[in-house]
């Protein structure tokens, strides 16, 4: 039998949720910077375009409580792993954008 948090989810849930979600959530900003940023050749080297990956870790937080992932017994280890797939997620979407000059 599955131990269930508080909140009901099982810990598989939790963490294909918590992983989903960062995921997409490196993907949302890679899509984002190359509207707010661009992807042209002067964009590559612009580091702002860091800032929406950075928005989409903080985002993350809100939108994991309302799902009714429990963050207050998040220990470093989960907060480095939304942090480093969050990021991963961005600069492969965003690398594959300025590779290929997309225009959104």
Not at 72 to 77: I, L
Request: aromatic share 8%.
């Amino acid at each position: 039998m599955a131990t269930e948090t508080q909140t009901g989810l099982t810990g598989h849930v939790r963490g294909v949720t918590v992983t989903t979600l960062a995921c997409l959530g490196g993907v949302a900003a890679a899509l984002a910077a190359a509207v707010i940023v661009g992807t042209s050749a002067a964009a590559a080297t612009n580091t702002q375009a860091v800032l929406p990956a950075v928005a989409a870790v903080a985002i993350q937080y809100p939108l994991l409580k309302a799902i009714g992932v429990d963050t207050g017994e998040f220990g470093a280890k989960d907060h480095l792993y939304i942090g480093f797939m969050t990021f991963t997620l961005w600069f492969i979407t965003y690398a594959i954008l300025l590779t290929t000059g997309a225009s959104l």
